[in-house]
C-alpha cells in the first residue's frame, strides 16, 4: 500500500515515519525536503503544486497545518482551510481510496470554560466529581479560531465522504508533545503519547473499507479523561497503551 503524509517533518509525522516506514511505502508531502523518503516539497496552499504528491497513492494521512505559536487568521486560512480543502480535492481528483486527517481536540475542547471539565483541565479531578464523557456525538464547542478551522476540516470530511465515495477518518488528537510527557495540569486528562497516536493512524489505514466517515478521539489511557476513547474501540479496537498517570 502506498501512503502519503503530509507535514512528515513535524512531531506527529515523525513518529508516523517510524511506525509505518516498514510496512507500507511512504511517501512525504512537505515544504522541507525529508531524508530518505520519496518527497514532493510544497505548499498545501497551493493545489496545482501538491497535484503531483498523490499520484498512485492508496491512503493520504493529512497531518500539515498551523497548530502552535497562536497563529493569526491569515495563517489559518491559507493553511487549515484552503490546505485542507486543497489535500482533500487532490485526493478526489487522484482516486485516493481514503484520507486520516488531524482533526484536534479543540473542536470540543470549549467544554473546559464550565464544570465539571473546568475542575479536570485545571487539575483538580477531586472537584469534578462524576462527569459525562464527551462522545464524537456531542455537539461541537471549538476553542478559539483554531478549533473552529477543525470543526470545517470534519465537515468538509463529510462533503467529500457524501459525495465523492471517499472514506474520510477525522483524528481529534490530544496533547501531543516532544516530551512525551504531560507538562502542565492541563494536559493529564488529554494527553496523548506519541506512539498511541502513530498506533492509532495504523488501525485507521488498516480499518475496512467499509469505513465510510467517522470521528475518533485520540488520547492515551488518562485516568482523569473526558473524552472518550471506547467508540475507537468499538470501531478499530484500538486500546491506548500509554498513560498520563504517574508511573508506580
Given at each position: 500500500?502506498?501512503?502519503?503524509?503530509?507535514?512528515?517533518?513535524?512531531?506527529?509525522?515523525?513518529?508516523?515515519?517510524?511506525?509505518?516506514?516498514?510496512?507500507?511505502?511512504?511517501r512525504a508531502l512537505n515544504r522541507s525536503a525529508i531524508d530518505?523518503?520519496?518527497?514532493?516539497?510544497?505548499?498545501?496552499?497551493?493545489?496545482?503544486?501538491?497535484?503531483?504528491?498523490?499520484?498512485?497513492?492508496?491512503?493520504?494521512?493529512?497531518?500539515?497545518?498551523?497548530?502552535?505559536?497562536?497563529p493569526q487568521w491569515d495563517?489559518?486560512?491559507?493553511?487549515?482551510?484552503?490546505?485542507?480543502?486543497n489535500v482533500?480535492?487532490?485526493?478526489?481528483?487522484?482516486?485516493?481510496?481514503?484520507?486520516?486527517?488531524a482533526s484536534s481536540g479543540a473542536t470540543i475542547s470549549g467544554y473546559e470554560r464550565n464544570?465539571?471539565?473546568?475542575?479536570?483541565?485545571?487539575?483538580?479531578?477531586?472537584?469534578?466529581?462524576?462527569?459525562?464523557?464527551?462522545?464524537?456525538?456531542?455537539?461541537v464547542h471549538p476553542s478559539g479560531i483554531y478549533g473552529c478551522t477543525k470543526v470545517w476540516s470534519e465537515a468538509l470530511a463529510r462533503h467529500y465522504a457524501d459525495t465523492a465515495g471517499m472514506s474520510?477518518?477525522?483524528?481529534?488528537?490530544?496533547?501531543?508533545?516532544?516530551?512525551?510527557?504531560p507538562q502542565q495540569p492541563r494536559h493529564h486528562p488529554i494527553w496523548c503519547s506519541q506512539r498511541d497516536v502513530a498506533r492509532m493512524v495504523r488501525h485507521c489505514i488498516e480499518a475496512p473499507d467499509d469505513l465510510n466517515y467517522d470521528i475518533f478521539f485520540v488520547?492515551?489511557?488518562?485516568?482523569?479523561?473526558?473524552?472518550?476513547?471506547?467508540?475507537?474501540?468499538?470501531v478499530l479496537g484500538f486500546e491506548p497503551m500509554d498513560s498520563s498517570d504517574p508511573v508506580k
Open positions: 500500500m502506498k501512503v502519503l503524509i503530509t507535514g512528515m517533518s513535524g512531531l506527529i509525522g515523525k513518529a508516523l515515519r517510524s511506525e509505518l516506514e516498514s510496512d507500507y511505502e511512504l530518505g523518503v520519496d518527497c514532493v516539497q510544497a505548499d498545501i496552499s497551493d493545489l496545482d503544486a501538491i497535484r503531483s504528491a498523490f499520484e498512485g497513492i492508496d491512503q493520504v494521512v493529512h497531518m500539515a497545518a498551523i497548530a502552535h505559536g497562536g495563517q489559518l486560512l491559507q493553511f487549515n482551510v484552503i490546505g485542507t480543502y482533500f480535492e487532490a485526493a478526489r481528483q487522484a482516486g485516493v481510496k481514503r484520507v486520516i486527517y464544570e465539571p471539565y473546568k475542575s479536570l483541565s485545571d487539575g483538580r479531578p477531586e472537584e469534578a466529581g462524576k462527569w459525562d464523557m464527551v462522545t464524537h456525538e456531542s455537539p474520510m477518518i477525522g483524528l481529534r488528537i490530544g496533547v501531543v508533545n516532544a516530551e512525551d510527557r488520547v492515551s489511557n488518562n485516568k482523569h479523561s473526558y473524552r472518550d476513547m471506547s467508540h475507537a474501540n468499538d
